[in-house]
């Protein structure tokens, strides 16, 4: 496992409250097509980068949400709704709100 997919099931086992959100690309000809128009890596690093993306995928089913940026815009929209949704929960408005919730909820 990659460092960086094992960083953030470390941050999960340790926060209890975190979330873990896995962006992937739509297909594996994009995502060596953006690594290639990026212009910054010979192909053999692009190859080997390839093989890294290809264990870090394997470990999608370990977080809490998936992106798939096909398109910016909707992968920005979707992280945005995953955010949002997270502070509408229950815990995190309580924590928030907490006088709100304590001047409602006493008799």
Partial sequence: MRSTTRG????KN?????ISIFILPPS??????RLERRGEDASEVIDVR???????????????FVIINELF???????KAIVHSQRLKFSAQRRARAETFKALLTP
């Avoid at 815009?73 to 992280?79: E, G, S, T, Y």
């Fill in 8 to 11: 953030a099931i470390q941050i």
């Fill in 14 to 18: 340790i926060f209890a409250n975190a």
């Fill in 28 to 33: 594996w000809e994009e995502l060596r097509s």
């Fill in 50 to 64: 390839m093989k890294n993306a290809a264990i870090e995928v394997a470990q999608v089913a370990k977080f809490d």
């Fill in 73 to 79: 815009d909707r992968a920005l929209f979707d992280l």
